[in-house]
C-alpha cells in the first residue's frame, strides 16, 4: 500500500473483548496521530452457543505454552471465530453503506483467550491471514505480541488513542476508564504524559456469575447488584491480592480471582458483592497516579451498569461520565483504538510505551497479512 505518514487512512477496527460477549465494529478516518472522523461503531453479538464454545476454549488454553498452539477444539475455534468476523465486517459494511474497497486497512484484535505478561505470552484466537483473504482488505493482527515478547505487559493498548481522543477535553489530569471484562484506565497529564494500566475485573466476573446463578447474559442496569447486600469481607479478602498494590504497568488475566468465595451467596449479594469489588479495584488505581484526576471518562459496557457506577464515583472522590458525554461512543472506543493502532503500526509508529505497557521504550507491534 501506497500511503505513508500524513495521508488520511480508513480504517476499520474489530474488538473482542474479554466479556465474550460479540464483536465490536468500528471506523475511523485517521492520519496515525489526529482522529480526523470517527463513524458509526456497532457490536455483533455472539451467539448463546459460540458463547459456550468460547468459555470452554479458555479451559483448553489454560494448558498453552506458546501462542501459536492450538490443540484439541482451539484450531476450529480460531477458524470459526474469524469467519464470524468476515461476517461482522460485511455486515457492518451493508448496515452503514461502506464500500468494502474503501476501507484502508483492518485492525483485528481476536479473542484473549490465555494472558500470561509474566511468561511472556498473550494468546488472542484469530487467524490475520484468513480474514484478509476473506475480506480483500489489510489486515494487521497480534498487536500486543511484540511488546509482551520485549518484556511488556502486551496491555493496556488503547491508551495511546485514548489521548488522541481526549484532545478537545479540557480538564486534565484526565482518566479514561475502559469497563470492558477487565477494568483498565489511562491517566493523561496536562503535558500529555500516558500512565496506564489494568485496575481489576470490571464486567467479566458479574457476567460470568449473573450467567451461573441466574442464566442471564449479564445484570442489566445493576439492578441485581442494587437488590443485594455487599459482603465486605470478600471484597476486602481479594483487595489483598498483591496485584493491587503492585506498581503499574500491570495487567491481569479475566480468570485471575477464584469465585469460589461466592460458593454460599445468593445471586443478588454475589452481584453486588462483585460489583462492590469492581468498583473498589478501580479506586486502588488512585494510588497509582502522579497526580490526582479531575475527571474520570467511563467506556465500555460497564459504564451502562448504573450501580457500578455510582459505586466508583463513591470510590474516586471524582465526577465518573459515560463517554457520550463528551461525543464519544462508548461502546466504540475499543474497535476505534484498534484501527487507530492498525495505523500507527503499518507506518512503524509506536502503540505501547514505557509508562503504559512497561515495555522498556516506545515499541511499535503488529504482523500485516496483505490482502490476496
Not at 219 to 242: E, K, M
Not at 302 to 327: C, K, W
Request: proline share 6%.
Amino acid at each position: 500500500m501506497s500511503k505513508r505518514q500524513g495521508d488520511t487512512w480508513r480504517a476499520l477496527g474489530l474488538m473482542s473483548g474479554t466479556s465474550l460477549d460479540g464483536i465490536d465494529v468500528a471506523v475511523i478516518e485517521t492520519d496515525g496521530e489526529r482522529v480526523l472522523r470517527r463513524g458509526f461503531a456497532a457490536t455483533y453479538p455472539y451467539s448463546e452457543a459460540f458463547r459456550e464454545k468460547l468459555h470452554a476454549g479458555l479451559a483448553e488454553a489454560t494448558t498453552l505454552r506458546t501462542r501459536t498452539e492450538r490443540p484439541g477444539r482451539l484450531m476450529l475455534l480460531e477458524q470459526y471465530l474469524t469467519e464470524l468476523h468476515a461476517e461482522a465486517i460485511g455486515h457492518y459494511c451493508a448496515d452503514h453503506e461502506i464500500e468494502p474497497d474503501s476501507i484502508d486497512l483492518i485492525g483485528f484484535h481476536g479473542q484473549t483467550v490465555l494472558h500470561r505478561p509474566e511468561a511472556k505470552l498473550t494468546v488472542q484466537l484469530g487467524d490475520g491471514p484468513l480474514l484478509s483473504r476473506l475480506s480483500g482488505r489489510p489486515v494487521v493482527y497480534d498487536l500486543r505480541a511484540a511488546d509482551v515478547a520485549a518484556g511488556g505487559q502486551g496491555a493496556p493498548l488503547a491508551p495511546a488513542y485514548h489521548r488522541a481522543l481526549a484532545a478537545e477535553i479540557a480538564e486534565r489530569p484526565l482518566v479514561v476508564l475502559n469497563l470492558g471484562g477487565v477494568a483498565n484506565v489511562t491517566w493523561i497529564g496536562a503535558d500529555g504524559t500516558l500512565l496506564a494500566f489494568d485496575t481489576g475485573p470490571a464486567s467479566a466476573m458479574i457476567d460470568d456469575w449473573v450467567k451461573k446463578t441466574l442464566g442471564k447474559p449479564y445484570d442489566a442496569d445493576g439492578a441485581l447488584a442494587a437488590s443485594g447486600t455487599i459482603h465486605a469481607d470478600i471484597v476486602a479478602r481479594w483487595l489483598n491480592h498483591p496485584y493491587f498494590k503492585t506498581p503499574p504497568p500491570k495487567s491481569l488475566d479475566r480468570n485471575a480471582f477464584d469465585m469460589e468465595a461466592l460458593a454460599h451467596l445468593s445471586p443478588e449479594d454475589g452481584a453486588a458483592t462483585l460489583t462492590a469489588f469492581s468498583a473498589a479495584a478501580a479506586g486502588a488505581a488512585l494510588e497509582h497516579f502522579p497526580e490526582k484526576p479531575t475527571l474520570w471518562v467511563a467506556s465500555g459496557g460497564g459504564r451502562r451498569n448504573a450501580t457500578l457506577m455510582t459505586m466508583i464515583a463513591n470510590r474516586v472522590g471524582t465526577a465518573v461520565r459515560p463517554a457520550e458525554a463528551f461525543d464519544i461512543d462508548g461502546d466504540g472506543v475499543e474497535a476505534e483504538a484498534w484501527a487507530f493502532l492498525a495505523v500507527r503500526s503499518r507506518l512503524g509508529l509506536p502503540i505501547t510505551y514505557p509508562g503504559t505497557t512497561g515495555v522498556p521504550q516506545p515499541l511499535t507491534g503488529g504482523v500485516v497479512a496483505e490482502a490476496g
